[in-house]
């Protein structure tokens, strides 16, 4: 259902399109996590270390794709709110036609990089033949998760953020049965979990199809799909690329500390597979109300409506804060049991090791998820100004201090698995000191 958010009460607003967004990225979540708990469960501890040391590369890839999408879906957004159909029109099917080559490219080259690419990340031996077959299985489907994350961004660029989680959620359900059966019945490892990722992917991205075929004539393109406008092209990857590289910029950061949690032993590195996975979790609904912040915002922006943009930014904000007390409460009475989700309840000496190394690092992170949620509320203004650039660069500083803390942390002061929540904790500050003075000013401005 398409939603005009130049009107209606502003907090209400956000609530109905943020609240779908979350659940449905959530869901997605649950095709990484639902690997994770069920070969941790049923294939072992390297199995699990396995999956969680190619997240990072594989996030690489997807999430610069998904920032191109989005991207391209704030100038969507603009010219929605503008009334610019014919402009939307060639958005999307020049961003469609442009990403999916790009896509093709980077699955050629990361199935044959693979690897090199482990490697590079310091992937221990003994799980080099799980963590390269998975990430290559993975890397097969990359041309469905563009398709599914453009459709995506492109309904919820009209502001329908409702029909993705319908589809998704039937897939994340088959998900777990593909799992089930790939691991515990064919007996497939960690090769069958990423079986059971690429089907389900595939299906959602079939399902939104053909409901935009049938149900949403906005998006129904037909022939017009296959127009390349190659002046705009420039003008969205110009826009877009900038957000891919903030995308790409966090994960890199990501690989560079998991290659330094890979050096702690295989019970650090199936312990930080497990709080990747909490992490994610806990930051996506973070990131998710500043997304819808973004398009509120950038619907706003196209229809010139400044006072409206100057309330949508105070209302995300709360959001952003009501959720993170709920947050931080859950993760840290609730670390023991979230970690047995993964690994079990076998008494063995590895597995208590790593039970014992993420309630550790969840237990400090509970105290710090603040600063994130205010630096993914300021990122969803500048966002949805088109001031992507600043994003970038608090990106970059981030991952900086997060970097260079954790090497300084680990291989200095000989910390272990808290090395990563502190490291956290002086990227979100850093990224806090350079957002805040510019976006005061930007603020300002606004009045």
């Given at each position: ?372 949620a205010f630096t993914n509320g300021i990122q969803g203004f500048f966002r949805g100004m088109g001031d992507l650039k600043i994003t970038l660069l608090s990106t970059f500083m ?13 291989f200095s002061f000989h910390l272990q698995i808290e090395t990563f929540a502190y490291a956290n904790f002086a990227g979100w500050i850093l990224m806090i000191l350079f957002e ?12």
């Amino acid at each position: 259902m398409i939603k005009d958010m130049t009107s209606g009460k502003t907090t209400s607003v956000l609530i109905r399109f943020t609240v779908p967004l979350v659940l449905g990225n959530l869901l997605q979540l649950t095709y990484n996590a639902v690997d994770s708990a069920i070969v941790g469960n049923y294939v072992g501890t390297k199995g699990l270390a396995a999956v969680g040391c190619t997240n990072p590369l594989m996030n690489l890839a997807i999430l610069f794709i998904s920032g191109m999408c989005m991207g391209a879906g704030i100038l969507m957004s603009m010219s929605f709110g503008s009334g610019d159909t014919a402009r939307l029109r060639r958005l999307l099917s020049t961003s469609m036609l442009g990403g999916a080559v790009f896509c093709l490219i980077v699955t050629v080259l990361g199935i044959i990089f693979t690897p090199a690419l482990l490697h590079l990340i310091r992937v221990p031996e003994e799980i080099m033949p799980e963590a390269s077959g998975y990430l290559r299985i993975i890397f097969t489907a990359l041309i469905f998760t563009f398709l599914y994350n453009f459709l995506a961004s492109s309904m919820r660029a009209l502001g329908d953020s409702r029909t993705p989680l319908i589809f998704l959620g039937i897939s994340a359900v088959l998900n777990v049965i593909g799992d089930l059966f790939f691991i515990i019945v064919l007996h497939a490892g960690v090769h069958g979990a990423a079986i059971a990722t690429v089907l389900s992917e595939i299906l959602c991205t079939l399902c939104c199809t053909v409901y935009i075929l049938l149900r949403l004539p906005a998006l129904h393109l037909g022939r017009s799909w296959f127009l390349f406008d190659a002046p705009l092209f420039r003008e969205i990857v110009a826009f877009s690329i900038t957000s891919a590289l903030q995308q790409a910029c966090l994960q890199v950061g990501k690989i560079m500390i998991q290659s330094i949690a890979d050096t702690m032993g295989t019970a650090v590195v199936a312990a930080f597979g497990i709080i990747n996975r909490v992490d994610d979790f806990a930051y996506t609904p973070q990131q998710n109300i500043g997304h819808a912040m973004t398009t509120f915002l950038a619907q706003n922006k196209g229809a010139g409506k400044n006072e409206r943009i100057n309330r949508g930014f105070k209302s995300g904000m709360l959001i952003e804060f009501a959720y993170t007390v709920l947050l931080c409460i859950l993760c840290y009475f609730g670390a023991p049991f979230i970690v047995r989700l993964f690994i079990g309840s076998s008494g063995s000496t590895d597995t208590a090791e790593v039970m014992k190394n993420s309630v550790r690092y969840l237990h400090l992170i509970a105290l710090m998820y603040f600063r994130p949620a205010f630096t993914n509320g300021i990122q969803g203004f500048f966002r949805g100004m088109g001031d992507l650039k600043i994003t970038l660069l608090s990106t970059f500083m981030n991952m900086v201090g997060r970097v260079l803390t954790a090497f300084l942390l680990a291989f200095s002061f000989h910390l272990q698995i808290e090395t990563f929540a502190y490291a956290n904790f002086a990227g979100w500050i850093l990224m806090i000191l350079f957002e805040f003075p510019l976006l005061c000013r930007h603020l300002h401005k606004q009045r």
